[in-house]
T-cell receptor
Framework: GENVEQHPSTLSVQEGDSAVIKCTYS??????FPWYKQELGKRPQLIIDIRSNVGEKKDQRIAVTLNKTAKHFSLHITETQPEDSAVYFC??????????FGAGTILRVKS | GAGVSQSPSNKVTEKGKDVELRCDPI?????LYWYRQSLGQGLEFLIYFQGNSAPDKSGLPSDRFSAERTGGSVSTLTIQRTQQEDSAVYLCASSLQDDYGYTFGSGTRLTVV
């Protein structure tokens, strides 16, 4: 079955710096890759997603890139702010239309 | 409704008791998913409903776990003879189509003592 690996498990950056989180997947048939942000004690919320027919997508300070050949995708956050501190999960859609999630990255933005 | 509703928000139960967790998806969403999140861990898939199709139960960890979805809307996740390792946050999500990102509920925090 699909396996999604996410790195790093924790990431500390200074406010204003960029943050990059990387994920790899194993199932070449996967075609949809969302990213979720989960603040402490709250529900995961979709922040950006990308489909396999594009290589990059941007939404203000957030961008996602996809390399289908290498089977990896990344989340890029620029000009980080303290409110970006949270746990971020990547995911890949597999056959049967369920999402397999990475283990999560704890992002800490230091002010 | 405006979002995915889950109840109860918290549940403390004694080991060996049965529990029922409820999920009310966003109106019109045809797909409904249950995930489990243990403390500090990722999201573990449990079960997936899509319209009138047979559910994908491949993530249920044991036969003590079952779920149903009545009338294509509300879903109930039942855990029989609860064990301490069942303690976790149980998250429900729904989506308009299979291709779209999920909207999660706030979850039910289950504690088995």
């Amino acid at each position: 079955g699909e396996n999604v690996e996410q790195h790093p498990s924790t990431l500390s950056v200074q406010e204003g710096d960029s943050a990059v989180i990387k994920c790899t997947y194993s199932d070449s048939a996967s075609n949809y890759f969302p990213w979720y942000k989960q603040e402490l004690g709250k529900r995961p919320q979709l922040i950006i997603d990308i489909r396999s027919n594009v290589g990059e997508k941007k939404d203000q300070r957030i961008a996602v890139t996809l390399n289908k050949t290498a089977k990896h995708f990344s989340l890029h956050i620029t000009e980080t702010q303290p409110e970006d501190s949270a746990v971020y999960f990547c995911a890949a859609k597999v056959e049967g239309n369920k999402l397999v999630f990475g283990a999560g990255t704890i992002l800490r933005v230091k002010s | 409704g405006a979002g995915v509703s889950q109840s109860p928000s918290n549940k403390v139960t004694e080991k060996g008791k049965d529990v029922e967790l409820r999920c009310d998806p966003i109106s019109g969403h045809t797909a409904l998913y249950w995930y489990r999140q243990s403390l500090g861990q990722g999201l573990e898939f449990l079960i997936y409903f899509q319209g009138n199709s047979a559910p994908d139960k491949s993530g249920l960890p044991s036969d003590r776990f079952s779920a149903e979805r009545t009338g294509g809307s509300v879903s109930t996740l039942t855990i029989q003879r609860t064990q301490q390792e069942d303690s976790a946050v149980y998250l429900c999500a729904s989506s308009l189509q299979d291709d779209y990102g999920y909207t999660f509920g706030s979850g039910t925090r289950l504690t088995v003592v």
